[in-house]
């Protein structure tokens, strides 16, 4: 059976949630309070997301320059990837983060992956709008549906193994054949509560050894 690796990016291939970040350094410290309410399920992501990044000002280079300022990645990546290419297997990143920031930090290794999924956004007189066009796997609380994605992946008839630590993550349970959270994480938590069974993992290159 061929595998499909699903990775997460936010605080997966990055040690921080790197949209957190940003919003932190450009935006006012309201958005704490709508991220709150994304987690404690009283919105949707993509709508948490609109009025977050709505409060942010900055050009993309300001931006762009933040996130590599700060966009330290989780040792064992280039491994990790690797020995999924050298077992027959392909790589798909899904992230409910942004462009801008996920192409110049993964740069050529973006093309490493054989399917990509995250969100858009355009930088508008000093203001960061944000697009969702993954449309046919957003679920009713995320624009990209970490386990939409999964279902994809087990579709091609591949064994499927997800990493991941977010809110966002939380659709992964019952969804792939082997979860990997990161240690002590948000993902984590909710699958030990929910009783799921999953792999704890502080670097990428412990993920699927």
Same mark, same amino acid.
């Given at each position: ?20 970040? /940003?919003?932190?350094? $450009? !935006?006012?410290? +309201?958005?704490? +309070?709508?991220? #709150? ?24 280079? +300001? ?6 300022? @700060?966009?330290?990645?989780?040792? &064992? %990546? ?14 798909? %990143? ?23 999924? $995250? ?17 046919? /796997?957003?679920?009713?609380?995320? #624009? @990209?549906?970490? &386990?939409? @994605?999964?279902?994809?992946?087990? !579709? ?16 992964? #349970?019952?969804?792939?054949? +082997? ?21 704890? $993992?502080?670097t990428l290159d412990e993920v699927a050894t």
């Amino acid at each position: 059976m061929s595998l499909v690796l699903v990775l997460d990016f936010d605080g997966t291939v990055t040690e921080r949630d790197i949209g957190d970040e /940003i919003c932190d350094r $450009f !935006a006012p410290p +309201e958005w704490r +309070e709508i991220d #709150a309410q994304w987690v404690r399920h009283e919105l949707s992501l993509p709508e948490a997301q609109r009025r977050m990044w709505g409060l942010a000002r900055a050009t993309r280079d +300001e931006a762009v320059a933040f996130a590599r300022s @700060v966009g330290h990645e989780r040792p &064992g %990546l280039d491994a990790l990837l690797e020995r999924v290419r050298k077992q027959g297997g392909r790589a798909w %990143l899904a992230s409910g983060g942004f462009d801008f920031y996920i192409e110049a930090l993964l740069d050529t290794r973006l093309a490493r992956f054989e399917r990509v999924f $995250f969100n858009t956004t355009r930088f508008v007189d000093g203001r960061i709008e944000v697009e969702f066009p993954h449309a046919a /796997i957003a679920c009713q609380k995320c #624009a @990209v549906c970490k &386990g939409n @994605v999964c279902d994809l992946a087990r !579709a091609t008839g591949a064994r499927v193994i997800f990493a991941g630590d977010g809110s966002s993550d939380r659709c992964v #349970a019952g969804r792939a054949d +082997e979860i990997w959270a990161v240690e002590g994480s948000l993902l984590a938590r909710h699958l030990d509560a929910q009783g799921v069974s999953y792999h704890p $993992f502080r670097t990428l290159d412990e993920v699927a050894t």
